[in-house]
């Protein structure tokens, strides 16, 4: 009989991989050349080993599950929110505290948005797990960069044409008012908006299955985030079941220390550490049974 063997690639989008020209399309119209909003250094990589590991293990995988980060543009993690005290714009990559806006160093131009902001940045300090960071534009739905990189795209496509089934996707970060790295739930969850709260259902998916793999950007935020909801939701004696595949995932640049920590955590819990080349041996003897 054969094993339920499922691969999760969390945020596998144009705008965090480092795409080479050739993946880039050309301008249209009047509007300037796209390219990679937050590009993660390694990421094209990881997607061409990610695609390739699809296709040679295509008939083993019982299940495919891809994450999608999808924004507006105006977003409280976006850095076209804020604004600094002279009411101009600040630089991406800009971290921002709640004394930082109570000083008025930092400001939502939406003058309205000051209560709300606040108390978001409480709640999130209050949790001890990230500082609000003011990110680029990036992910917006429906742009290019909010798609899936092709390579990995095209694989799936092919795994959904030769499995007769649907590769499930997860949308997450379209509340504009919190965070929301995790599939699992949003950095602070919005008690109005249900797709902030803990998604009990993607849980339950992958709670089906023998064996998850967890890979896709970035191994420091979105991989990260999602695989510790993941185990704080999963039996602890079971956690050899999830498979962090490291040649499949790249942290962002400056946060390297944060994922090698990450790592390092997951494997002391018992999940397993792999590459992509170690599982495949497992998916094709899974395809015989």
Known sequence: MKRNLHLLVIDPQNDFCDLPAAYL?????????????????GAHADMLRL?????????????ISI????HHRFDVA????WMDAGQGPIAPFTQITSLDVRQGTYLPRKASALPRVLA???????????TLMAWPVHCEIGSWGHNVHADLRA????????????????????NPWTEHYSAVQAEVPDAGDDSTQVNQAFLALLRGADQVYISGEAGSHCVR????HIVANWDPRQLSQLVLLTDCMSPVSGFGAQYDDFVRDMRARGLQIAQAADIVPELLANARR
């Open 225 to 228: 985030a999602t695989t510790e």
């Open 67 to 70: 994450t999608l980060d999808s």
């Open 25 to 41: 399309p050309p301008p249209v119209g009047d509007n300037a050349a796209q390219a990679p909003a937050l590009p993660v250094p």
């Open 78 to 81: 976006h850095s076209a929110f």
């Open 155 to 174: 694989a799936y496509n092919a795994w959904e044409d030769s499995a007769l089934g649907m590769v499930n996707k997860i949308s997450k970060g379209s």
């Open 51 to 63: 695609a390739e590991l699809v296709r040679r293990g295509q008939d083993g995988l019982s299940a």
């Open 120 to 130: 978001y940045l409480d709640a999130l300090e209050a949790a001890g797990r990230y």
